[in-house]
């Protein structure tokens, strides 16, 4: 798909509109439905102090694949597969939202399951991590058939959870996974990679809408249904794009693009595991909790996790000048 630049630009503003513009109707029927996210007493997870709407994730899907289909008017296998997984993502985010309004934990079995059954998708549409360039010998090294699919299945399922585990205060998710879009944009661009660019670009255009309404004191939650859906779109962007055809040192490109939920939940998931912990048990032991203990207010952490992000990003950058 060879896109003109100014359909990155009518992709941006026209799904950030619809994201903008959707989101009160939709704030408005979550308090009819009681489908909002109460606040908690004796807890450090649970901040904010009135109930807060949880149906921004249905505005970002809408926003996200009515601006796709609109301004490329394709729809490929890739296209329904991420379409479909999608759509998986959500109705268990959503199951696992409706719990949470009612003061109860989803199980993580099914969570699990979903997700994977997302990131198979993916893999079984042509979306994988195929191999990399051999810096010494300049051939493409083509990985085994199963090694393709764990390691993709590996990366979509990862990056759909960090960036659902950073999503525990206004504005940072949002905030995150809008500078990770922005850089892998940058990538595609670079890598003349129309389709991830229009991705990705879209991706910038809900996430910044969205941060209207999420920015401290937020009006508006996307749960753990938004949360992991643009996570998993931002894996799929990853590996369509700067995976593809990449370098032994351009590997580091996405993952230092999406630097800080990943290295942060690395932690956070190690942690876990050392103490018995199932890796979806909620705690307050990311940075950014980390950091409101330290003494920072809400906005300071995160201004500071989006600045370290942004230096990570600007790395991811700088190792793609270094192999053009």
Same mark, same amino acid.
């Given at each position: 798909?060879?896109?003109?630049?100014?359909?990155?630009?009518l992709a941006f503003v026209l799904s950030f509109m619809i994201v903008y513009l959707?989101?009160?109707?939709?704030?408005?029927?979550?308090?009819?439905?009681?489908?909002?996210?109460?606040?908690?007493?004796?807890?450090?997870?649970?901040?904010?102090?009135?109930?807060?709407?949880?149906?921004?994730?249905?505005?970002?899907?809408?926003?996200?694949?009515?601006?796709?289909?609109?301004?490329? @008017?394709? *729809?490929?296998?890739?296209? =329904? %597969?991420? +379409?479909? #997984?999608?759509? &998986?993502?959500l109705i268990i985010g959503t199951v696992d939202d409706w719990y949470k309004t009612?003061?109860?934990?989803?199980?993580?079995?099914?969570?699990?399951?979903?997700?994977?059954?997302?990131?198979?998708?993916?893999?079984?549409?042509?979306?994988?991590?195929?191999?990399?360039?051999?810096?010494?010998?300049?051939?493409?090294?083509?990985?085994?058939?199963?090694?393709?699919?764990?390691?993709?299945?590996?990366?979509?399922?990862?990056?759909?959870?960090?960036?659902?585990?950073?999503?525990?205060?206004?504005?940072?998710?949002?905030?995150?996974?809008?500078?990770?879009?922005?850089?892998?944009?940058?990538?595609?661009?670079?890598?003349?990679?129309?389709?991830?660019?229009?991705?990705?670009?879209?991706?910038?255009?809900?996430?910044?809408?969205?941060?209207?309404?999420?920015?401290?004191?937020? @009006?508006? *939650?996307?749960?753990?249904? =938004? %949360?992991? +859906?643009? #996570?998993?779109? &931002?894996?799929?962007?990853?590996?369509?794009?700067?995976?593809?055809?990449?370098?032994?040192?351009?590997?580091?490109?996405?993952?230092?693009?999406?630097?800080?939920?990943?290295?942060?939940?690395?932690?956070?998931?190690?942690?876990?595991?050392?103490?018995?912990?199932?890796?979806?048990?909620?705690?307050?032991?990311?940075?950014?909790?980390?950091?409101?203990?330290?003494?920072?207010?809400?906005?300071?952490?995160?201004?500071?996790?989006?600045?370290?992000?942004?230096?990570?990003?600007?790395?991811?950058?700088?190792?793609?000048?270094?192999?053009?």
């Amino acid at each position: 798909m060879v896109v003109k630049r100014i359909f990155y630009l009518l992709a941006f503003v026209l799904s950030f509109m619809i994201v903008y513009l959707l989101i009160p109707p939709f704030a408005k029927l979550a308090f009819r439905l009681d489908f909002v996210d109460k606040p908690q007493k004796n807890t450090e997870r649970k901040i904010h102090r009135e109930p807060i709407p949880l149906t921004a994730s249905y505005v970002i899907f809408i926003g996200f694949f009515v601006t796709y289909l609109l301004v490329t @008017r394709e *729809f490929t296998l890739q296209t =329904g %597969a991420i +379409f479909v #997984g999608g759509v &998986l993502l959500l109705i268990i985010g959503t199951v696992d939202d409706w719990y949470k309004t009612k003061g109860k934990d989803f199980p993580a079995l099914p969570k699990f399951i979903v997700q994977m059954s997302a990131a198979v998708l993916v893999y079984a549409s042509g979306i994988a991590f195929t191999g990399f360039y051999n810096p010494l010998s300049g051939e493409y090294v083509v990985l085994p058939i199963v090694l393709q699919f764990l390691l993709t299945i590996l990366w979509i399922f990862g990056v759909t959870t960090v960036i659902n585990f950073s999503d525990g205060m206004d504005g940072l998710a949002g905030g995150l996974s809008a500078i990770s879009a922005i850089t892998l944009f940058i990538v595609a661009l670079a890598k003349g990679q129309s389709t991830s660019a229009m991705l990705a670009v879209i991706v910038v255009g809900v996430t910044v809408a969205y941060l209207r309404y999420n920015k401290h004191p937020a @009006r508006i *939650f996307m749960g753990d249904a =938004g %949360a992991t +859906f643009i #996570g998993f779109i &931002l894996a799929v962007i990853a590996l369509d794009g700067a995976f593809k055809q990449a370098t032994v040192l351009s590997l580091f490109i996405p993952i230092l693009a999406l630097g800080v939920p990943i290295f942060d939940n690395l932690f956070v998931v190690a942690k876990r595991f050392i103490q018995g912990k199932s890796i979806y048990q909620a705690d307050a032991s990311q940075a950014h909790y980390r950091l409101l203990r330290a003494g920072l207010n809400h906005k300071q952490v995160v201004m500071v996790l989006c600045l370290v992000s942004t230096c990570f990003c600007l790395s991811s950058i700088i190792l793609l000048l270094v192999q053009t």
